[in-house]
Every structure is written in C-alpha cells, then in structure tokens.
C-alpha cells in the first residue's frame, strides 16, 4: 500500500480535521513488531560456513525474472514527462529486469479505463467496457469514481466519500451486481452484502432508520459487533442480531426500526442484506445489473423514545461525516465522473518505452469495481499488439478494500473465466495482499469458526472447480512503518525473520504445493519516509532479496522506478520517496538513490544479468546471532558470489568464508572481487525538499587476495560482494 506524492497533502489535512486518523493511521503503520536483542560486539572475524552441498539448495532463478520493478499511476500530465528515452535509460540502469504493472485506481475505488475509448452499457454512464480493438498508442488512463460508493476512507488519495451518509437522499450506495447469484451460482445468502458505520465510540443504541433506494433488501438484520475492532482486527468478535434486528419481509421505502438493547454500549453497527427485492435503480431498466444487488440512500442509528428518532450518525458529503465500509461497490459510473489529478500510464507507453527490456510483464486488470468484459478486452487488446504477457493479478489489495474472501474469489472466478476465454494459458493470481506482518483474517461465518482470509479464499475456489485457476500467489511488502527509522539497525536485523514468517504463513494456510510466490510490490516503509533514501534503504533492499529467494519464494518487484519529486514524509519529520532515482518538479531523474545501487549490486555484482540459472545456498555463521548477513549463490558462470550485509551502523566487521562442499572444505582461491557500497560512497543530505545524496555512488571495487584464513573487512552499514573461484587452497 503506498500513496502517490500527490496524497500526502491530502492525508495530512485528514489526520487534523478527523478522529478517524487515529484508526487510518494504525494501517499505515504496522504495530507489534517482533523485539530484537541486538548482537554484541564481535572481537574476532565472523566466521561465515557455506553449506555448498546442491542437495541443500534453498532455490533456483534467473535475475530477470527475480529482481523486478513496479510502475504506477502518477500525478496528472507527468506519464508523458517520465516515459522519455533519457528517463528509461535511467532507470534500466538500476538492472533490474521485468517489470509489473500497478493498479492505483483499485486503492481508490474507480474503475480503470484502460483504453480512454470504449463505451458504456447505457449511453454517458452505466458499465463500462474499453475498447479492445489497437489504434493510436494510449499514453494516458484514468480512473473514474464511483458515485454509488460507500466508504468514507479509501488508500489512494482519500479525497472522496460515502453516499450511505451525506445527507442527500438523491444519491446512494449500491452493492456490485457481479455478487448476486445470477453471476456467482450461489444462494445471494452466501454473499451477504452489507454497510458498516462507526460511531467512534461506545453509545446506547436501539433504533435504526434506513432509506432504501432500489433495489432493496427484503430479507437482512441490523447488527453489532461484539469484540473491540471488527475492521483491525476481524477474528475476535461476532455479528450479533440486535433482539429485533432480522427483518424477514422489508418492503423498501423508509423505514424506523426499534431494534432493542444490546446487552452493552455498542461502536460498530451493520446492515446485513441477505434477499433483493429485484427492483431496478431505474424503473423497467433492459439492463439486469441495475436491478441486482441492494442500495440504500441513508442510515442513521441511535434511539427511539416516544416515537422519536435521535440519530447518532453525522450525514455530511465530505470525510468528517460518520465512516462507513461497504462490502462491495456498483461499478456503475458516468463520463464526468473521471479523476483529474492523477492518471495510470497507458499500457502501449509502458510495452513500447523500453522500460519492460521486452520481457514478459505482469499487468493488472480491474476487478473489484470493474466488470470481467473491461478486464477480458485488456487481454484481448494486449495480446492484439503483441505484448508479452507473464502474470496478470487480479485486482489489487482485497485487505486494504475489506473483502470478504468468498466475496473475492466469487469475483475472481467470473474474471478468471472471462480470461481464460480469450487466452487459456494466461497465469492468474492474486489476491495482492497489502498486509505483509501476519495472516490476513476475516470475521467468523459461525461462533469459532474460520477467521485464515486465505483458507477460505482458497475453500471457495476448489469447493467452486476453480482453484486451477490461481496460478500465483501475490503479496506487496512494506515492512515499516516508524519514523524513527533513518539508521535503524533492528530492522535490518528483524526483516529476514517477517520475510520468512509470513511467506510459512501462507503456504501453511493450504497454497498449492509449488505454486509461485512474488512480491509484486515493496519497499522499506508505507510511508515516504527518508529511510529509503539513507544507506538504510539500500541495506534493507539487499536484505529483503536475500531473505525472499532464501524461502523459495521466486521473486520480488520493487516499488517504483519512475523518477518522483521528493515529498513530505507525514507523519514523519524530513522528505522522501519510493523511488530508485530522485525526479525534479518536471519528473526528470537526477541522482540515482540508495536502493538504486543496491540494485546494480544484486544484479550486476551478486548475479550475472540475464535469464541463466543461479542457484542459492544457506550459510551459517558460528556463535549464532550475528551483525552480518550472508546469501551465497553459485552463478552460471562458474564462480561463487557472496552477499554480506553489515547491519552495524557503528562498527567494521570482518569474516571469513569457507564452503563445506561434497568434496570437502574450500575456500575462495586466487583473486577474489570485492564490490562495496556505504557510507563511504554514498550519504543524504537532508535539506527538506531539497534533499539530495552527496557522495552519490557508485560502489567501490577492488581487487583482494582468497585463500584459507583471509579475512574480507566489511565497513559499518555496508553491502559487500564477493565474488570468485572455489578451491581447496
């Protein structure tokens, strides 16, 4: 999850006009980190045990493919100012190599038109579909808002809000269609939609008043939530029916119900809807979408006395209103409902720039508020020009939108069907998670039931013949979030263990045996904190690699290689960004950044670029917990290289390295090529908005002696590649 520089403003002016900022702010930054003891002094070399044996391999990649980077949608009018020959040549020197594509407008809820041309189903508005057919190269997409949204909050720019609250009765939320049985197969009781409000605390409530728009529910219950945070924290709790909560025979129109006492002071409130009445937003609509599903104008809830209603919820059309979540949105819009001030690049710039090096791409499409006919002709457009095709995700951040999983993978079924009819082979996958620290949890179905996202996720697409259909699993990493952080040396030492946590995690939550796992989307922090752009950064990066390959996992796409300005790093102090390479105003690349030679040296120094196997080794270091990091890699080539990673920020440490190999001990021999990056190359000037590195790279190599017994001097807060033969003396 990130924002682009665009929203910082916009989140700052919501942390001080909004309580909500409190529980905005407990996403972005990631609580409960796992405590670090920090290594004590080392007063001899560490000594670094290769364990070189192939039947001990921890994975096998090609660099093209492993060491990747993320594209995104941008402030508006700069896609054409950052796609310029000199830009590109920029950032392919960072090295790495595929590229994934990025879908901001999921974060935002807006549909995606991929292609500026196309229609929709009922003239200006209704569905839309892009057009599939090539004509001139698209450089700019936007996204459209949805006008029958329900959340307050979203993680894009936050600039919109819910209709469930803003006072206007002309205007309403509607839950998307494409959840209904006529498109799911299953009973609509299986997909209960709902409209969840938050009184920001505990109140006494006992009566509800709903202005249903059309279609309505026949059947649904007004509930609350019995456990302290059901959207923070969803497995510890229950919906509970009010005493007078289940309607079983609604009749739409506006309604005041005396629910009755809860057994307590309740916060958290929702309408859960289980039957439509059918009837369609527009009387005698031809279109069947527009009579799916549920729509409600307005709820409020609070308590009856006498007859009279006092409603709790504040109804206002902007974020200080009451903040609502929707379980899903109608992806129904109209042409002036498209965003101004920020764009998606067009797909034919991305494929046709030379930013992808001509290698497969992994490409979104809009799923969650869009329809399967939008997502297959991207396919069908894309296939059309001739651009090759790795890996297409399937939406974006179903956590970050607060998805059921029978609700997502009821979705990805229909798209995954709808693709695989214009191209069978295509590889699907998902669900892109944001969430990197823990299983990401739902609320149980039954009192202790089920709460793994991912088991149910999973549940529904074998119980439905569709599990065939996720080809990989996708997860963005953003592992920080404290402002604190700028040399933050437990970090560096706590990343390997949340790498390999939650990737055991998952796999132990059922995936399918050898089914490829990526990061599609990271960096050191959720917010655009200076750490990136400190010697830090570039450690983390290294670390981050290392640790990710070590599991078996078989990638990671960086985040991002467009040259964007620096921004203000709230809620932290100083100025920062995802980039590798620094952008001025005009979005050209200036200073190549920390995690830009980190990258250079993990795809230039560590591996060989291109597409040849390499394979990864565990080592072990004696005495345990250590200041320094080791990934060996045998490389096509021949040779043997090692990445050191020194996380001491105050002290130089030295190692020694040998290899316990089937044939016995050996040592790097002969020559040894030693490539470094630290403080002694690199270092950020922090001067606000007008930050920069000085000196800015490249690392250092030299020339050193192996041999039994040599000693490799590895400067404080430092990488180090070793690269060279293997022998026995």
């Known amino acids: 999850m990130r924002k682009l520089d665009i929203g910082t403003a916009l989140l700052a002016a919501f942390a001080l006009w909004t309580g909500a900022a409190e529980a905005h702010s407990r996403h972005l930054h990631p609580q409960n980190l796992p405590p670090v003891v920090l290594p004590p002094p080392a007063?001899?070399?560490?000594?670094?045990?290769?364990?070189?044996?192939?039947?001990?391999?921890?994975?096998?990649?090609?660099?093209?493919?492993?060491?990747?980077?993320?594209?995104?949608?941008?402030?508006?009018?700069?896609?054409?100012?950052?796609?310029?020959?000199?830009?590109?040549?920029?950032?392919?020197?960072?090295?790495?190599?595929?590229?994934?594509?990025?879908?901001?407008?999921?974060?935002?809820?807006?549909?995606?038109?991929?292609?500026?041309?196309?229609?929709?189903?009922?003239?200006?508005?209704?569905?839309?579909?892009?057009?599939?057919?090539p004509g001139k190269s698209i450089v700019d997409t936007f996204g459209y808002r949805l006008p029958r949204r329900g959340f307050t909050h979203d993680q894009g720019n936050d600039d919109d809000y819910s209709r469930l609250d803003d006072g206007d009765l002309t205007t309403f939320w509607k839950s998307n269609p494409y959840l209904t049985q006529a498109y799911t197969g299953d009973p609509d009781s299986a997909h209960p939609q709902w409209v969840l409000y938050d009184l920001r605390g505990k109140q006494r409530v006992n009566a509800a008043k709903?202005?249903?728009?059309?279609?309505?529910?026949?059947?649904?219950?007004?509930?609350?939530?019995?456990?302290?945070?059901p959207i923070y924290d969803p497995a510890h709790g229950m919906w509970a029916n009010f005493p007078n909560g289940a309607i079983s025979s609604g009749s739409g129109g506006t309604v005041t119900l005396s629910l009755g006492d809860a057994p307590n002071a309740v916060r958290y409130l929702r309408i859960a809807m289980t039957q439509s009445s059918g009837t369609c937003t527009t009387p005698g609509s031809p279109d069947p979408r527009d009579c799916a599903g549920y729509a409600i104008a307005e709820a409020g809830f609070g308590t009856i006395d006498g007859g009279n209603f006092t409603d709790l919820v504040e109804h206002r059309p902007d974020r200080k209103q009451t903040v609502t979540y929707a379980s899903s949105v109608d992806p129904w819009h109209g042409k002036e409902d498209r965003v101004r001030d920020q764009e998606q690049p067009g797909l034919d710039i991305?494929?046709?720039?030379?930013?992808?090096?001509?290698?497969?791409?992994?490409?979104?499409?809009?799923?969650?508020?869009?329809?399967?006919?939008?997502?297959?002709?991207?396919?069908?457009?894309?296939?059309?020009?001739?651009?090759?095709?790795?890996?297409?995700?399937?939406?974006?951040?179903?956590?970050?939108?607060?998805?059921?999983?029978?609700?997502?993978?009821?979705?990805?079924?229909?798209?995954?069907?709808?693709?695989?009819?214009?191209?069978?082979?295509?590889?699907?996958?998902?669900?892109?998670?944001?969430?990197?620290?823990?299983?990401?949890?739902?609320?149980?179905?039954?009192?202790?039931?089920?709460?793994?996202?991912?088991?149910?996720?999973?549940?529904?697409?074998?119980?439905?013949?569709?599990?065939?259909?996720?080809?990989?699993?996708?997860?963005?990493?953003?592992?920080f979030g404290s402002c604190s952080n700028s040399k933050d040396e437990a970090n560096l030492m706590r990343e390997p263990g949340l790498v390999s946590n939650i990737v055991s995690v998952w796999r132990q939550d059922g995936l399918p045996a050898g089914l490829p796992m990526f990061i599609t989307e990271t960096n050191y922090s959720q917010n655009e904190t200076d750490a990136a752009q400190e010697v830090t950064g570039g450690l983390w990066y290294a670390e981050m690699v290392g640790s990710l390959l070590s599991t078996g996992a078989n990638?990671?796409?960086?985040?991002?290689?467009?040259?964007?300005?620096?921004?203000?790093?709230?809620?932290?102090?100083?100025?920062?960004?995802?980039g590798v390479l620094e952008g001025d105003a005009k979005y050209q690349a200036q200073a190549p950044l920390s995690q830009y030679f980190a990258a250079q040296m993990l795809t230039q120094d560590w591996s060989v670029p291109?597409?040849?196997?390499?394979v990864l080794y565990p080592a072990s270091i004696a005495g345990g917990d250590s200041w320094v990091a080791a990934y060996p890699l045998a490389r096509p080539d021949g040779l043997w290289s090692l990445l050191l990673v020194n996380r001491d920020f105050e002290n130089a440490h030295a190692v020694e390295v040998q290899f316990d190999t089937?044939?016995?001990?050996?040592?790097?021999?002969?020559?040894?090529?030693?490539?470094?990056?630290?403080?002694?190359?690199?270092?950020?000037?922090?001067?606000?908005?007008?930050?920069?590195?000085?000196?800015?790279?490249?690392?250092?190599?030299?020339?050193?002696?192996?041999g039994s017994g040599a000693t490799y001097n590895l400067p404080a807060a430092s990488l180090t590649v070793l690269t060279g033969s293997i022998g026995t003396r």
């Open 43 to 133: 007063s001899a070399p560490y000594m670094i045990a290769v364990d070189a044996d192939p039947a001990h391999a921890l994975n096998r990649f090609a660099p093209s493919a492993a060491f990747g980077a993320g594209v995104d949608g941008v402030p508006f009018h700069a896609v054409p100012e950052i796609y310029t020959p000199s830009n590109v040549g920029q950032m392919l020197g960072a090295g790495l190599g595929a590229v994934s594509y990025r879908l901001y407008t999921e974060l935002s809820v807006q549909d995606w038109h991929w292609n500026p041309h196309g229609s929709f189903s009922g003239g200006d508005s209704g569905y839309w579909t892009s057009s599939a057919t």
């Open 210 to 229: 709903i202005w249903w728009g059309s279609p309505y529910a026949v059947q649904y219950a007004v509930q609350y939530w019995t456990g302290g945070d």
């Open 350 to 479: 991305v494929f046709q720039s030379g930013v992808t090096r001509g290698m497969p791409a992994t490409v979104p499409i809009p799923m969650m508020y869009s329809t399967p006919a939008n997502a297959a002709a991207e396919i069908r457009y894309l296939e059309t020009r001739g651009y090759s095709i790795a890996r297409v995700e399937m939406g974006e951040e179903p956590d970050g939108q607060f998805v059921t999983p029978e609700d997502e993978a009821a979705l990805y079924v229909q798209f995954a069907v709808a693709l695989h009819a214009v191209d069978p082979n295509l590889q699907l996958g998902g669900p892109v998670f944001e969430d990197n620290a823990h299983d990401v949890k739902a609320w149980p179905l039954v009192k202790h039931g089920e709460t793994s996202w991912v088991k149910r996720f999973l549940a529904y697409l074998s119980a439905h013949g569709h599990l065939s259909d996720l080809g990989f699993f996708s997860f963005e990493h953003y592992p």
């Open 555 to 578: 990638g990671a796409f960086f985040y991002e290689y467009e040259p964007i300005p620096l921004s203000p790093a709230f809620p932290c102090h100083g100025w920062g960004s995802y």
């Open 610 to 614: 291109g597409s040849g196997t390499h």
């Open 662 to 706: 089937t044939g016995g001990t050996a040592w790097f021999s002969g020559s040894v090529t030693q490539t470094q990056f630290g403080p002694a190359q690199y270092a950020w000037i922090a001067k606000g908005r007008h930050s920069y590195p000085d000196p800015d790279g490249p690392p250092s190599t030299t020339a050193v002696s192996g």
